[in-house]
């Protein structure tokens, strides 16, 4: 019998991109946010009403991540933004490496923010590192209050959660302060954002935060 050992971590490639995506924003000091949801939560709605609402003040470019179709792609372009999108072609979530190559894709000298939409799934992607500034959850009021305690790696990791589809609530089964009272028990330092992508509810203390975050960013 002959004992092998492996010192290498499986995901090591993967981690070494991630600390090329760190470096590379670091030296043009902008954010980016890794945007996390179940399908159908809202975010690509979100990222475009949030374009449109800090247009002229923050130029943002956003990398799409889908199975299939560059629908979303299409979307955020469609407010002026500049979009990459990868397809995984089935595979649950972004890697580094392809954030890495979407970097050259995009005008990021002249951008202030950029998003990375990941492929909708609230686990896969909450585990891996791309190299960004920070992770956001989004969870929409049709999924129910119940998300933050069945998936609590994404909900613990991120530096915001919005709460989108806040407009649905006299429709559903939706309990604001229990799904509030969740996330704060697994991560105290969280920011919460009530939002409807749809009528605009809420968004301003997000483009707020948003802002504030560009600004902190480009001076440290």
Not at 152 to 163: D, E, M, Q
Request: proline share 4%; glycine share 6%.
């Amino acid at each position: 019998m002959r004992k092998v050992v492996v010192e290498k971590k499986i995901l090591v490639a993967n981690e070494e991109f991630a600390n090329k995506n760190r470096e590379f924003l670091a030296r043009l000091k902008i954010p980016c946010l890794n945007v996390i949801s179940s399908p159908g939560s809202g975010k690509t709605t979100i990222l475009a009403k949030t374009i449109e609402a800090l247009k002229g003040k923050i130029k943002i470019g956003v990398i799409e991540g889908d199975i299939q179709t560059d629908i979303d792609a299409q979307r955020i372009r469609a407010t002026g933004a500049p979009a990459y999108q990868i397809n995984t072609e089935g595979a649950c979530h972004l890697s580094a490496a392809q954030v890495n190559y979407a970097f050259d894709k995009l005008p990021c000298e002249t951008l202030d923010l950029v998003f990375i939409e990941n492929v909708g799934n609230l686990v896969c992607p909450s585990a891996m590192d791309l190299g960004e500034t920070a992770k956001i959850a989004v969870l929409s009021v049709p999924e129910g209050d119940d998300k933050p305690a069945k998936y609590p790696a994404i909900f613990s990791r991120a530096a915001a959660v919005l709460i989108n589809k806040i407009d649905l609530l006299t429709l559903a089964d939706f309990d604001i302060e229990k799904a509030k009272a969740d996330i704060l028990k697994l991560n105290k330092n969280v920011k919460i954002f009530l939002v409807s992508a749809k009528t605009g509810d809420g968004m301003q203390q997000w483009n707020t935060w948003l802002t504030e975050l560009s600004n902190k960013t480009k001076v440290t």
